[in-house]
Nanobody
Framework: VQLQASGGGLVQSGGSLSLSCVAS??????????WYWYRQAPGKERELVAG???????DYADSVKGRFTISRDNTKNTAHLRMNNLKPEDTAVYYC???????????WGQGTLVTVSS
């Protein structure tokens, strides 16, 4: 299984970006797993930004609620993270992840850099 994240870039404060994550390979192994976006800023620990479990329940970090939206398209094995009203503190490498609490399966993408200038 491979997860390919894309869509990062440089944007001004207040701007928007959409990240995408495409799953490929033996996607059968991804059944039942949720989609998650994490980020890691320089000098900080990786943190969960947004997640959607297999039942489409969503969860967001308090810092991004109302600004970020996670979505998925099962027909394309793809998830998206729409990020609006970006702030400099959103600058980080964003990682796509798939996992489930009941499973040892845990897959990571390579990360995509988001830089928000003030």
């Amino acid at each position: 299984v491979q997860l390919q994240a894309s869509g990062g870039g440089l944007v001004q404060s207040g701007g928007s970006l959409s990240l995408s994550c495409v799953a490929s390979g033996d996607v059968y192994n991804l059944r039942g797993l949720g989609w998650y976006w994490y980020r890691q800023a320089p000098g900080k620990e990786r943190e969960l930004v947004a997640g959607m479990d297999d039942d489409r329940n969503t969860d967001y970090a308090d810092s991004v609620k109302g600004r970020f939206t996670i979505s998925r398209d099962n027909t394309k094995n793809t998830a998206h993270l729409r990020m609006n009203n970006l702030k400099p503190e959103d600058t980080a490498v964003y990682y796509c992840n798939r996992h489930a609490a009941f499973s040892a399966r845990d897959y990571w993408g390579q990360g995509t850099l988001v830089t928000v200038s003030s």
